[in-house]
């Protein structure tokens, strides 16, 4: 298989993955609220998602280095469909809790897998342009997903995303089971057993640009979370329907979607500057957004953090993963993925707890500060490395 038709299939296959994660977006925290969840719970229900990748994708990562990487993209998105198609079966909110963390640890069999997917194979001189390519399919899926989500909640019910979530989950296994070539660095089983392999190995983390990239996604994450947990409850205060949340979110999402291989080669060619330059960007339009009361306010808010996380996300993930050998590649991309689910868990469940005491708009504004304080240092240690 060609190296454009691996890097066709591994993106339609991420794509198709969060198209169905996109069309639950602007209803969960809805949904969680009519089953009695208050904003904190909201919060944990967002976080035991993230939680859940964190324990799971680390070993995964390791694993598919050695056993291959079409059984986990397979069998997660396999899964994740299923459970994903529960959600419709639950009238708790721990129900909703227990499903949302099955759903969590089988994407971590997908995303990480299917992103180191791409770095095992995408020549070095381009593996910026490369990842932006697979992050586009990530952001145009997303992008995408809330517009039809949000309309179809509108239209037939806040239950029929779940449906089609679900039915997108399964799709996605069969594309990757039927077209996807396998990849594996080591298929000696024997001595993984005399060796003992790691399954939770943190080595990467003593590398300085490794570990700076990965406090910034930290950071970068959570903040992001905030505006993902929240955002619907925060524009519907306004009278904006979920719809139109779900169009707001679709459009920022695609935008990021188009640049991101763009930035990826800017990257490429300008190198960290790049990433302090994304997290102000970032952190600008989050402030504008607890500004925000309108559809046209809220949209410019969100386009601005699109284009901030589009430079930063891309650059962040290129700057840490650059310089791992090819062979460990799944087991770094494991770990760094990790950083997204620390940041979406802790930014859920800390921005929500200060939405109850400060209120959501006060929430974002304590969100972009953090972001500046946060990336600046991690930048900065970058820089004099």
Known sequence: MGLERSMFVIWITAFTTMLGVGFIAPIMAIYAQTLGATNFEIGLIFGSFALARTIAQIPVGVLSDVYGKKFFIVSGTLFYGVFTLMYNFVDTVLGLLIVRIFTGIFSSFVTPVAGSYVASIAPRARLGEYMGFFNSAITLGFGIGPFIGGTLADIYGIKTPFYFCGFLGILAAIISYTKLEDIAFNRDIKNIKKNKIKLFSFEFLKNRNFLSSFVINISNVMVNAGIIAYLALYATSYDISIGSV????????????????????????????????????????????????????????????????????????????????????????????????????????????????????????????????????????????
């Open 246 to 385: 779900g169009f707001m979110i679709a459009i920022t999402n695609l935008l990021m979607a188009f640049l991101q291989r763009s930035f990826g080669r800017l990257y490429d060619r300008f190198g960290n500057v790049m990433i302090i330059f994304g997290i102000f960007i970032i952190s600008f339009g989050i402030y504008m957004l607890s500004m925000s009361s309108s559809i046209l306010s809220i949209l410019t808010s969100l386009t601005i953090v699109a284009i901030g996380s589009s430079i930063s996300t891309t650059s962040t993930t290129s700057l840490a993963i650059k310089d791992i050998p090819t062979h460990r590649k799944g087991e770094a991309m494991g770990l760094f993925t990790t950083s997204m689910n620390i940041g979406m868990f802790i930014g859920s469940i800390f921005f929500g707890f200060l939405s109850d005491i400060l209120g959501i708009s006060n929430m974002f504004k304590v969100s972009a500060i953090f972001s500046i304080i946060i990336g600046v240092i991690s930048y900065l240690r970058i820089k004099n490395n």
